[in-house]
């Protein structure tokens, strides 16, 4: 038996005191905006950002996909799948 040293930790005691040179920021939006952001800036300033962003994960918005299928939308790369039927019991 015997006693460790925990490694040392950053405790957090005030976020917004803390320089953006220490801090990321995530943020969700869709992908469209994004990149109508990225096509108003000069292609210097676009290598820029892409460079910089650590992780870019496009997800399908399951929602606005069903709806537009709803409506007859042709969404390449996505079709509307019919609910089947289950058992239900109690």
Do not use: C
Not at 75 to 86: E, N, Q, S
């Amino acid at each position: 038996m015997r006693i460790q040293k925990n490694p040392d930790s950053v405790l957090i005691t005030d976020l917004n005191a803390i320089p953006s040179a220490y801090k990321h920021v995530a943020l969700t939006m869709p992908a469209y905006v994004w990149e109508a952001l990225l096509a108003r800036v000069s292609l210097e300033d676009r290598k820029e950002f892409e460079s910089r962003v650590e992780k870019a994960e496009y997800r399908p918005d399951k929602k606005t996909i069903a709806g537009g299928a709803k409506e007859r939308a042709v969404i390449t790369g996505a079709d509307l799948k019919f609910g089947g039927h289950r058992l239900v019991i109690g």
